[in-house]
């Protein structure tokens, strides 16, 4: 009986797979350990991609956030402008003025 690893290739395992199926002896029991490592092998690996997905989303959500608040701040300065005292007005004086 041969022992079949996690680390294997998914093809070593799908070949291994297909070679018990294939088996002149019809003992399907031979096929349920390689299936066993593949399950096992193909679960590691969406649980390395769901904790990837999970980072992803938690930034999406940061950064629509940050959004909003950029979005709400120049509504709410469209909306209600800041009242600026008036600039006081200097007036110029011309040479003639400068004379006198």
């Known amino acids: ?11 070593e395992l799908l070949a291994a797979i297909h070679e018990e199926a294939e088996s002149e002896g019809g003992n399907t029991a031979l096929v349920i350990p390689p299936f066993a490592v593949l399950l096992v092998k193909l679960s590691r690996e969406a649980d390395t991609q769901a904790t990837a997905i999970k980072k992803l989303t938690v930034g999406l959500y940061v950064f629509t ?20 005292p008036p600039k006081p007005q200097i007036q110029a004086q011309s040479p003639n003025d400068a004379k006198q």
């Open 1 to 11: 009986m041969r022992v079949y690893k996690p680390e294997q290739s998914h093809e």
């Open 65 to 84: 956030v940050v959004l909003m608040l950029i979005g709400g701040a120049q509504l709410f300065y469209t909306v209600f402008p800041p009242q600026l």
